[in-house]
């Protein structure tokens, strides 16, 4: 059973999945991030990995991920930066980033460098269904990584199946077809929740996009098993301070 299996085998409402950006706001916060996010009760940690051209980033993330790749973040640091994470990060962690810079570290070593410094799972949306079918997914799955593929209100019913089918871990569910970061009527949101929560899927439903408050937090653990909260914490994290001192804070205006 994987990490993200025990969670959910543990907790099946209100998860807590927050997004922060590797080597952001410096080089070497990646791990005083994520510690500080697990001893303040974040569930899943979800780690982004710097990108020129973030497709489904907003504003606000891609001005993180152009600062960490300033402070010089490649995907070989962010290795080198995991080589012992576990052995204070006991929490599923999960990388999220885009195919050209994995294809060009080299897909298989990358799936086997995040398997052996104990990631858990990968979310890379713009990998085609496809390609992950006929080419990628057993090499991911040879590694034991979960790999979490991403709906949105406007994905047909079969197409939703397919990808629920595929996934391992839990089902991403965009709140809507805009970037992260962007606001979001919850109202629309909520039958677009009740529609996948109807359909019986294989995967917990987390939702992002959108989701950055204790409010909108709550709206969406009312029809899914959880949320994941980007964009609002990048922008705690960007304030003046100490990083274990604002995720403390931030952390507590959201969980109950």
Not at 91 to 96: G, H, T, W
Not at 124 to 136: A, I, N, R, S, V
């Amino acid at each position: 059973m994987s990490k993200l299996q025990e969670l959910f085998k543990r907790k099946d409402n209100k998860v807590l999945n927050v997004y922060c950006t590797a080597g952001y706001p410096q080089l070497n916060s990646t791990l005083e991030v994520m510690k500080a996010l697990q001893e303040n009760g974040a569930d899943i940690i979800e780690l982004g990995m710097p990108y020129s051209d973030p497709l489904a980033d907003g504003p606000v993330i891609q001005q993180s991920g152009s600062t960490a790749l300033a402070n010089g973040m490649t995907i070989k640091k962010l290795f080198e930066q995991l080589k012992d994470f576990r052995k204070n990060i006991s929490v599923p962690v999960v990388l999220m980033g885009y195919m050209n810079p994995v294809l060009q570290y080299g897909f298989e070593k990358f799936c086997a460098d995040a398997a052996s410094v104990g990631v858990d799972g990968l979310i890379l949306p713009d990998l085609p269904e496809h390609e992950f079918e006929t080419e990628y997914g057993a090499i991911i799955k040879k590694q034991g990584l979960d790999f979490i593929f991403l709906v949105t209100p406007e994905t047909s019913q079969d197409r939703i199946r397919k990808l629920d089918e595929l996934s391992t871990g839990f089902l991403y569910a965009v709140s809507s077809s805009s970037t992260t970061g962007s606001d979001k009527n919850m109202t629309d949101v909520k039958s677009y929740l009740q529609k996948l929560k109807g359909m019986s899927l294989k995967n917990p439903v987390l939702v992002g996009f959108g989701i950055k408050d204790r409010s909108t937090f709550e709206t969406a653990c009312a029809d899914a098993n959880g949320a994941i909260i980007g964009t609002a914490y990048i922008k705690a994290l960007a304030e003046p301070g100490n990083v274990a001192e604002i995720t403390r804070k931030f952390l507590e205006s959201i969980k109950v």
